[in-house]
């Protein structure tokens, strides 16, 4: 028999070394200011920062709550000012194709200053034109060629009524409607006649019939040469016009070249210039927009941007998209709600004055990409792939490392006058975080990924336990006391929060980073503290509300334990049961994970069916316990089946168990009952089992090692501890031990038990009290021993089923 030892009450749950604290309270700390825990991290994302490369963007993983986004941006800043401020991003109007702005960029300020130098140039050509076309050496000069072709076409008109009137014709204006036309009537008696009245005039004697076919006949000779007059004084007023437009054009040109000169002067781009001239151009041809008066001009340019009315002047506005006159040094936009819009920019749509809708350069407004352009954007992987259309549009933004602005509103039924702005060039590094399932389904599932994220940044969620790592988990919560106005903690208190972190972790030498669950226990702490009238947090306070966090969230657990204690779920905490042992799982429910104990049995019998797996029959078996199952088969055949094929017939069954199981951390329970049953040997209901078995017979570790003693503990305690009471655990477990303060005081009382073991034989010699028994040199069992009466009774078996299969009738 192995003589079996129990694991020490102080290896039961790790205790952090008070000597090693020189404070007495967390007031006496500096402020946490590093980053704790993420060498790895630190290295990959600082490595990715200073490779300047195409497609070397950071993705960043790790479970929520280890500092990826605090680490992040301490790193960024770091780095915001070893780069230039970005330079302001504006568009202007495109005067040869109005659908497609121009995009200009300047030196960070210089946006908004060529902004309002354009608003300035506007007045100042509102007030300087206007004072140039009222001025007398202008209207002299207008006066001297509106005479000159005036008297052109008046005397055309003046030879031309002479003439008719030596033929007794006359020149009249008629109304058509509201307009007036020239025509020509004949002079009868000194009285114009209209020529439908000639007939009439015939009939009176008035004139003969000859005299009117000769009126009818020079009526129509007039009429064309008439409308051959009208010609040539229609040219002449054309050019009337062009004399007048190039007056204005000359007299205009050297005010406007004079103040656009100066932009010129001040704003030396090639790409600024070329706007320049174009602005220079248009004003040249559009002179009659500066016409009116200087005060009913600003007059009604500020009312334009009151109302619904177009302002008058919009096409020399400029839209300053992005402004980094304020920013120093690189950009940094945490982005928390990237959809389409707020990442990639918009075009925005207004209600005219006729109630339609339309847009304009104005109107384009950028994302959060261009406003991070020349510095670094963050993101969270999961909010941009729940945005419709923001993934694939990022990808194409970074490949390309340019960005186009579009007005993107797919629910919007009417859509407005289609704009396409000029595409930008981007220069930033995009650092996206998310979780570890959410970088592999990216990985695997979107060949353009490496591709363009190709540095990847591993958060851990666990760190070494160890001094160093101590006090900066102690400076961590003075930061959080500081920055939220918490009790101070002393260092027995700071000592039960690392505690709290070991426990977080799931091994001794080991504490969690994730620090929004140490953050959340150093807050509630601090109120129940405050609660019980104190200035320091004390141990007692952190075990409060350890406590209290787990009740607000541990009714169902709370409710099984009542159904074990009034025998509903049935669980044996004393005596000897063949075929039977108590097995030991983990619910979890999100926000917290307990153990419960499960009655596991086994019925053997003769048969061909081998091991039946009654949860995979009904389909509530996961695939990793069936693995279990089929190992199991393994091991039995290796132990036993040397000599003797396995007659048998086995179910195992989760007894009371309606939901699925999964996990393969009950296979060496399994075994035992197995073993138990072809043996007819009773096991000690009163230790519980938890360790996976392979199929040399070797106990493997497993998960969530204290939530399951924990689970058992709480039956026994409601049944009543007896003393030989425990739990049966991989050695390789060991130093995940974790309990808690209650558990590990009842162990040091020696009211409950941890037995650690390496193998089936040393678990099966725990629970049944008999030794497991080794093969001798000619391969046989002890008989007395549990591996000898299982090997006897699985020899009877293959007899049998031989025997019986001897005598079938088919």
Not at 42 to 64: H, K, P, Q, T
Not at 174 to 186: A, E, H
Not at 740 to 752: L, Q
């Amino acid at each position: 028999m192995t003589k079996f030892k129990k694991v020490p009450a102080d290896k039961t749950r790790w205790h952090c070394d008070l000597t090693q604290f020189t404070f007495k309270t967390t007031d006496e700390l500096k402020r946490f200011s590093t980053i704790l825990g993420q060498d790895r991290a630190v290295r990959s994302i600082n490595a990715g920062l200073d490779m300047n490369y195409a497609g070397y963007n950071i993705f960043v993983s790790g479970a929520s709550g280890t500092g990826r986004a605090t680490t992040v941006k301490l790193l960024l800043q770091q780095r915001k000012k070893e780069k230039e401020t970005p330079k302001d991003i504006c568009y202007v109007n495109n005067f040869k194709n109005p659908d497609l702005p121009v995009v200009l960029t300047f030196a960070s300020g210089q946006g908004c200053q060529f902004k309002n130098d354009m608003e300035a140039l506007v007045d100042q050509l509102q007030n300087v034109l206007p004072q140039i076309f009222e001025s007398d050496r202008y209207r002299q000069k207008r006066d001297s060629i509106e005479n000159k072709f005036n008297e052109q076409q008046k005397k055309k008109l003046e030879e031309f009524e002479k003439k008719t009137a030596s033929k007794h014709f006359t020149l009249v204006q008629i109304q058509v409607g509201p307009y007036t036309k020239p025509d020509i009537f004949p002079v009868i008696k000194d009285q114009p006649i209209p020529l439908e009245q000639l007939s009439q005039q015939v009939q009176e004697g008035t004139i003969s019939e000859k005299e009117m076919e000769n009126l009818l006949k020079t009526h129509e000779e007039f009429t064309k040469e008439l409308g051959r007059i009208f010609k040539e004084n229609q040219k002449i007023q054309r050019e009337k016009i062009q004399k007048i437009n190039r007056l204005d054009y000359d007299m205009a040109k050297p005010v406007i070249s004079d103040a656009i000169n100066e932009l010129r002067e001040k704003y030396l781009d090639d790409k600024v210039h070329d706007y320049l001239d174009s602005i220079e151009e248009n004003v040249l041809l559009n002179l009659k927009l500066f016409r009116g008066t200087v005060d009913s001009g600003k007059r009604k340019d500020r009312e334009s941007k009151k109302s619904f009315l177009p302002d008058q002047f919009l096409e020399y506005r400029v839209n300053v998209i992005v402004d980094n006159r304020d920013a120093k040094g690189a950009p940094i936009i945490f982005e928390n709600g990237p959809s389409f819009a707020k990442l990639f920019g918009t075009i925005e749509k207004v209600v005219d004055a006729k109630g339609q809708w339309r847009t304009d350069f104005t109107k384009i407004r950028a994302g959060s990409l261009l406003m991070a352009n020349g510095g670094f954007l963050v993101l969270y992987a999961r909010d941009v792939l729940v945005e419709q259309g923001v993934w694939n549009n990022l990808k194409r933004n970074l490949k390309s490392r340019k960005t186009e602005i579009q007005g993107y509103d797919p629910f919007f039924m009417i859509s407005a006058t289609a704009i396409k702005p000029e595409p930008i060039d981007i220069d930033l590094q995009v650092i996206l975080i998310g979780e570890p399932d959410v970088y592999h389904l990216l990985y695997e599932a979107d060949p353009d990924f490496n591709k363009i994220f190709k540095v990847k940044a591993d958060f851990d969620y666990v760190m070494k336990n160890e001094k160093d790592n101590l006090l900066k988990y102690a400076e961590f919560i003075k930061k959080i006391c500081d920055d939220e106005n918490l009790l101070p903690f002393d260092r027995a208190a700071v000592g039960a929060v690392a505690e709290y972190g070991v426990r977080l972790a799931g091994r001794q030498n080991k504490i969690s980073t994730r620090f929004n669950y140490i953050a959340d226990l150093v807050r509630e702490a601090s109120y129940y503290a405050q609660k019980s009238v104190t200035k320091i947090v004390l141990t007692k306070h952190v075990d409060e509300a350890i406590s209290e966090k787990i009740l607000r969230v541990n009714l169902i657990e709370d409710k099984i334990q009542e159904m074990i204690k009034e025998g509903t779920i049935m669980i044996d905490t004393r005596g000897k049961v063949i075929g039977q042992v108590n097995g030991l799982s983990v619910l979890s429910l999100g926000d917290y994970s307990f153990g419960r104990p499960s009655r596991i049995t086994a019925q053997v019998s003769i048969g061909r069916a081998g091991i039946i797996n009654i949860e995979r029959e009904v389909a509530l078996s996961g695939p990793t316990h069936d693995k279990g199952v089929l190992i199991i088969a393994g091991y039995l055949r290796g132990k036993f089946a040397h000599d003797k094929p396995l007659a048998m017939s086995a179910s195992i069954c989760f007894e009371q168990s309606y939901s699925g199981v999964d996990g393969d951390s009950a296979s060496s329970t399994e075994v035992y009952a197995l073993l138990s049953g072809i043996a007819e040997i009773p096991l000690r209901q009163d230790i519980a089992v938890t360790g996976s078995v392979n199929q040399k017979g070797e106990i493997q570790p497993i998960g969530g090692v204290n939530e399951k003693i924990e689970g058992f503990f709480k039956v026994c305690k409601a049944a009543g501890l007896t003393g030989s009471q425990g739990v049966m655990i991989p050695r390789q477990n060991v130093d995940d031990l974790m309990l808690s303060k209650e558990v590990a005081e009842y162990i040091k009382k020696e009211k409950f038990a941890i037995y650690p073991i390496d193998t089936i034989d040393q678990g099966i010699e725990l629970l049944s009290g008999q030794p497991a028994g080794e093969r001798d040199a000619q391969g046989k069992f002890p008989p007395d021993s549990i591996n000898g009466k299982v090997d006897t009774k699985l020899a009877e078996f293959a007899n049998s089923l031989k025997n019986f299969s001897s005598h079938e009738i088919f």
